[in-house]
């Protein structure tokens, strides 16, 4: 049996990005534009993730926050959390790193065709939604309608702010997002509340309607027991991100399990209905 490939390369072969750009999206996070030195595309899909090294040190893996659309280089967000994300936040443009993959499962893009979509992101997970986002504005006429939903904890941890602004100024998209909770010094003047504030407000045909949930665990419940409420009870109708703890990304550590499940290899995206059972997963 032949390994996975892509473009007639192994994914479990490291291979040498350079370090287009880094710009800040908050005081933890920064986004970084990579082009493989080889010139070919990375030809991910939505929702899938890359292992990503530096000589010397450990490697980890991180969500592409770019669709395929984008040609000529792909983007990650990355969170300093630790060793090896602490000093991919110390490089600058020209550097080189590794990448394997890419790995996991996608979002399922055949089933969002000619739905309602409802792109609900928390904290972090507006990074791997971002992805999905970018691909939807190029394929606009595809679907009904395109409605994203964003939560973070305080202004100053809100992503991709250029993005949003944009989204917002959309005639594909209907955009919206909230804080927590904003000091008096943040001069910030938009929403403020949890996520599910944002959808008491929504109205959708529930029976053509697909919600995807990318965000921390104690999103998820509140969320989906919403979108419980709104009409969302059939099958493939909410389709969720469970990318917490994924480690080797390819089912062998035994670190992101749930269950039965590698949430790197089964996931991380996975439909309610195949994970609402398992002890843990949400």
């Not at 280089?73 to 110390?90: D, I, M, N, P, S």
């Not at 790995?103 to 065709?113: C, I």
């Not at 997002?177 to 959808?199: K, M, N």
Request: net charge neutral; glycine share 10%; hydrophobic share 35%.
């Amino acid at each position: 049996m032949h390994p996975p490939t892509v473009d007639n390369q192994s994914i479990y072969a490291p291979r040498s990005c350079r370090l287009l750009a880094v710009s800040k999206l908050t005081p933890q996070e920064k986004l970084f534009r990579l082009r493989l030195e080889d010139g070919r595309e990375l030809n991910h899909q939505p929702g899938q993730f890359v292992q990503v090294s530096i000589p010397g040190l450990t490697e980890a893996p991180i969500s592409i926050a770019s669709s395929p659309t984008c040609k000529g280089y792909f983007e990650l967000g990355v969170r300093k959390a630790g060793l090896l994300t602490g000093a991919l936040h110390q490089l600058q443009p020209g550097a080189q790193i590794g990448i394997r993959g890419p790995f996991g499962r996608p979002f399922q893009l055949e089933a969002l065709l000619g739905k309602q979509l409802l792109l609900l992101a928390g904290g972090c997970g507006l990074a791997p939604l971002r992805s999905l986002i970018q691909y939807c504005q190029k394929q606009s006429s595809a679907y009904s309608a395109v409605q994203i939903l964003y939560g973070a904890r305080s202004p100053q941890d809100l992503l991709f702010k250029d993005d949003l602004e944009d989204w917002q100024l959309s005639t594909n998209f209907n955009c919206r997002y909230t804080v927590d909770q904003a000091p008096a010094s943040s001069c910030y003047d938009g929403e403020t509340g949890l996520l599910t504030r944002l959808l008491a407000d929504v109205q959708v045909e529930a029976d053509n309607c697909c919600a995807v949930l990318v965000g921390p665990p104690p999103m998820y419940q509140p969320v989906i027991s919403a979108l419980h409420r709104m009409g969302l009870n059939g099958p493939q109708q909410i389709m969720l991100s469970l990318e917490r703890q994924m480690r080797c990304g390819v089912g062998k550590c035994g670190h992101c399990t749930i269950d039965h499940l590698y949430c790197c290899s089964d996931g991380p995206i996975f439909w309610l209905e195949e994970v609402e059972h398992l002890r843990g997963a949400l």
